[in-house]
């Protein structure tokens, strides 16, 4: 190939992508504020992974991507239009979940009219996996946290009560044998973890799992995984405030318990993950 044929072949991909550049530029101002987001509430500070590991997986496919047909396609308009309905009116009623979710709307729509839909397919995960940089919307947080601190003290009473120790619940506190009152806070409600869990819970389903239905079941088994865990470390804690000391809610404890949630969720999802895979050959 001539070298005009190949700066003329450059040219014509660099044109191509310069309306995700422009794209970047109009989401400037939703997109920082969602980095200022995931620095300022731990909650997501997952977030800053996820791009990074979208544009990670994009890189391993980079051979399959230069092999497969590109042509364009007038559905992502559609796809388009959509994700613009939502910026504007995510923006008007400082919606921001509205607002950065069309952002991910868009680039599916911009991916598909620009290279069709043989492109899509190879990177609809990863395009898909960048909703998980997105905060859900506070009202929904706080709705399902306080069920979550009620379900860990109310079935870590059962436990502790099952194996004979005296236990009294009093909402989301427990009240312990030596007098001890452990509450089961925001913070351990489990939701945080769950946040992250899913997230990992996605990348390792896809990259481990050949089938879809595979994919799935294990990408929902973390939801109960993450609640199982979190029961667990609010039943150990409880233990350990009984048995050892009544300060397990100080640190460095405290930090030690939670990443003692991950610890057991990796476990139990690797170990899922596994008999999925035997199972679903």
Request: proline share 3%; aromatic share 14%; net charge positive.
């Amino acid at each position: 190939m001539s070298s005009e044929a190949i700066n003329a072949s450059t040219g014509k991909l660099s044109v191509r992508y310069l309306p995700f550049i422009a794209l970047l530029v109009v989401y400037a101002p939703a997109l920082y504020e969602l980095i200022v987001n995931w620095s300022q509430d731990s909650n997501y500070s997952h977030g800053f992974l996820v791009p990074l590991v979208s544009a990670w997986l994009l890189w391993q496919k980079r051979a399959e991507l230069k092999a497969a047909v590109q042509s364009t396609d007038n559905f992502g308009l559609a796809i388009m239009i959509v994700a613009g309905l939502m910026f504007v009116l995510g923006n008007a009623g400082a919606e921001y979940f509205t607002m950065r979710l069309s952002f991910v709307v868009a680039l599916f729509g911009l991916t598909m009219f620009l290279f069709g839909r043989s492109i899509v397919r190879l990177v609809w995960f990863e395009l898909a996996f960048l909703c998980f940089m997105i905060p859900i919307p506070y009202v929904i947080y706080y709705a399902l946290t306080f069920p979550m601190q009620l379900f860990a003290s109310k079935v870590t009473a059962g436990i502790l009560s099952s194996i004979g120790m005296a236990v009294y619940r009093q909402g989301n506190i427990l009240h312990l044998p030596d007098g001890t009152s452990l509450e089961v806070a925001e913070a351990c409600s489990g939701m945080r973890s769950l946040v992250s869990l899913l997230a990992l819970g996605a990348l390792y389903a896809y990259l481990t799992q050949k089938r879809f239905s595979a994919k799935v079941i294990l990408f929902l088994s973390t939801i109960p995984i993450a609640v199982a865990a979190n029961v667990f470390r609010v039943f150990v804690t409880a233990l350990l405030a009984t048995a050892v000391t009544s300060d397990v809610t100080a640190e460095p404890v405290h930090s030690l318990m939670g990443l003692s949630v991950f610890v057991v969720s990796f476990i139990l999802l690797f170990g899922f993950g596994a008999i999925l895979k035997a199972v679903f050959k």
